[in-house]
């Protein structure tokens, strides 16, 4: 009877002990006394790797999806039972307005350096926040995009929420899957040459260095023509686009302008007559969530290579 006491109380250690966790996020390390009960998450694609891991029923809602018509049939079936507590970026009293103990976001995905809503504002009420990998960029310094931004996501939330086996069956998978399907690639000798357009007509937003769309095109047997600008996403000159000659454009597909317009747009434009993608109008559209880190990216990547070599 002695002994019970005792076996309690080291039970109650170990159980403290396993469930306060550190992971890394960006330049910090951030420690968790539990599993978030209350998370919010911010984007489409970051709300998928939430989805995809199961924590639906630790969540109390998620940002930014609609403001931006980035909504499936896929992603509307997940979310169904959530709330979306704002259209695009979310305010500090939203996030305390629904008694969240978890952020999960980005920089330029939810969260503006020197914003309202940043790790440094939200750890006074409670609300710890774990940032999107690609987007560490904006604050420290990190290698080109990889898939590795990916898994590390995914493998440090299953950390996080306390899901790790099926964090790391996920990532086993993504990646037994990629390395399968681009070791059957038959690709050219050289890279395609391959544009990112985002959005834009004065000048163009694309994919840097840094974004994952360069990833997912070197995956697929491209390279990406901006991959020496060294920032994530931002805008660059028609010029510079014309000068490079892409073989392939990569419409990212999202907001009011739509996928046909904007390749309408440069077959239009005499600027844009001698490109090698315009001339053999070769245009691969991707939707927002495949272009930006989650898991629709293996699929992103087969999708690319089908628009790469297929023609």
């Not at 920089?107 to 939200?122: A, D, F, I």
Request: proline share 4%; aromatic share 10%.
């Amino acid at each position: 009877m002695k002994l019970l006491p005792l076996a309690m109380g080291l039970s109650c250690v170990a159980s403290v002990t396993l469930a306060e966790t550190t992971v890394q996020s960006c330049d910090r390390e951030v420690t968790f006394d539990g599993v978030p009960q209350a998370a919010i998450s911010n984007d489409v694609n970051l709300t998928e790797m939430m989805l995809v891991l199961g924590l639906a029923d630790k969540m109390v809602g998620y940002t930014g999806i609609s403001g931006w018509k980035t909504l499936d049939e896929e992603m509307r079936a997940g979310v169904e039972e959530l709330p979306e507590l704002s259209a695009k970026y979310p305010t500090k009293e939203v996030l305390i307005g629904a008694d969240a103990d978890f952020f999960f976001a980005g920089w330029n995905y939810g969260m503006k350096v020197g914003g309202e809503v940043t790790p440094e504002t939200l750890a006074p009420f409670g609300i710890d926040v774990y940032e999107l990998t690609e987007s560490c960029i904006h604050i420290s310094e990190k290698g080109k995009a990889s898939m590795d931004d990916m898994y590390n996501d995914i493998l440090n939330l299953g950390t996080i929420f306390d899901v790790k086996d099926k964090a790391e069956a996920l990532v086993d998978g993504y990646k037994a899957e990629l390395a399968e399907f681009t070791g059957s690639l038959e690709t050219a000798d050289e890279p395609l040459r391959v544009f990112v357009y985002d959005s834009g007509e004065d000048t163009p937003f694309t994919a840097g260095l840094y974004a994952m769309p360069t990833a997912l095109i070197e995956a697929a047997g491209g390279t990406n023509i901006m991959n020496d600008f060294e920032k994530s996403w931002g805008t660059v000159t028609w010029e510079a686009v014309v000068e490079r000659n892409p073989e392939v454009v990569v419409i990212v597909n999202y907001g009011n302008v739509t996928a046909e317009e904007k390749r309408a747009f440069m077959m239009n434009n005499p600027a844009f007559a001698d490109l090698d993608a315009v001339k053999n109008d070769r245009f691969v559209t991707l939707e927002y969530v495949e272009a930006t880190p989650g898991p629709r990216n293996i699929n992103a990547v087969k999708k690319l290579a089908d628009g790469f070599w297929s023609n």
